[in-house]
């Protein structure tokens, strides 16, 4: 079977000892991020956990507070987000994103339809654990508009995630959305309602379906100015729901090629699929850029933020 | 403490005797509906589960597919529902509102708006399992137009549900409601989603203020054409977050006001209320009708029908 994962991470650990090594390069003159990373960067989930909890227990400190205050830059954002259940560090993203002056959509929408049904619903359940309000709430009041009606409908859902599919409702559906989006009526109701209740399956069979029959994808017709936020918004979603690991392998081209490096959109997609698909993603990634991607993050970034990111990328000397 | 259930359930009882005191009266000559009534009629929801999982032990069969041979009418419909688990069972009801000719929206906005954030997850859990396609799919495809958008949101609520009020919100948002009701833009973008997506808590305080400041309720704003079925829903959303009791002991007039009765209503109410506050619904319905609810129901009813749901109301003989 194919290794999807790229965290490289030993079956064996203590978490008191790795607690103990934590603090120790927490303390004297000085940090020793290279030791933090020697650690945390090779642990995976359950053992963070672990770790998180021996530290509060030995040291009646949390681990989070003390590494935001040794660590500093992406470096020390990073390596918070990578301590957090994966729930909660998802609703941290989405909170981050939404309070920005100008909100990141873009987030929403991955969040909302990169994950499974019931992922989706352990964040939206960690995100009014955390803020005390609920995640389309904050959704609904950060945006307006056109791309508030898409991104409140995404993140309210809760899809079905058997693999029936309904082959007449996908001849059927293929054509309201052929219609809708060819009537140039940008209100799209019906596509909205179909992109965000029907289950990822039928979507698929859907899309292609509308390929078959018109000989061009169902984003080419949602194409338009690209900045208009709506139409963005839509071809994301699609493109979240058809291609995920592709769509994932491209925000990391972009954000690796943008003039100014874009460390927040790096280090979401590398920590969330470190411990799931990032060695598939990597791949696409290669073969997009004939680069690798391990080469790519470090031309871009530099110091522990890079170091931290190679090891996660399973990078053996750094 | 005030009791509020209405249920009379007996504190030792044994599921194996109970599965063959229902086999026996489902034997012979006819039914013994009676002694069907005496028992589940007095058996809690856990107990109910556990009667169910003997009665398929034991004879190989499942409860409700029995009792639907042997029962009919009304009466069959509302002990099989009666044996479902909650969830399951407002699953149920969702789908029968769905799937009738003129769909039945305000079920769909009761079971959206009277239940607690973690019951109307439960319950879509229970669809997606029971039907293998989400609520708000279903909601989304069998509605249209105006009042799809506000049964879609509602249905896919995740509230927060703490105590926390943001009095600054509250004061805001009044302002806002009052503003988009009174300007006749009859889109309600913003009202659709502050009463979708804020906590009830929020809600009834921004409910209140807006009395406080305009002298007026905010269902008044929203009064109009009685068969506009938008309006309706948002009113009764409305009422269902202000005063659930209130509302529940108003669907019961209703129901048995009736020309024809509502047994669908009556007993969608009693069932759901039986084992929670359906002694403080009695309580309400009194008040405002001089009439007790169950002289209410025995006078619109008949037969094993109304036997059963006078026991669930606590009716010591019948």
Redesign the interface.
Known sequence: MKKVSTLVAPKDFSPVEDAEAIKEACQGWGTDERAIISVLGHRNMFQRRLIRLAYEEVYHEDLIRQLQSELSGHFETAMCHWILDPADRDAVFANLALKKATPNHRVIVELASLKS?EEL?AI??AY?FRY??????DV??HTSGDV?RIL??LA???????D?IDKEMVKLEATILYDEIHSNSFNH?ELI?IL????KVQLNSTFNHYRDIHGTSITKGLSGDPADEYLAGLRTAIRCIKEPKKYLAKVLRTAVNAVVTDEDALSRVILTCAEKDLAEIKELFFRRNSTSLEEAVANSTSGDFKNFLLTLLGSEDI
């Open positions: 049904p619903l939206r359940r009014k005390r309000r609920s995640l389309e709430e609904a009041a508030r409140v409908a309210s859902a809760y899809r079905y995630d058997g029936d109701e309602r965000s209740t029907r289950s």
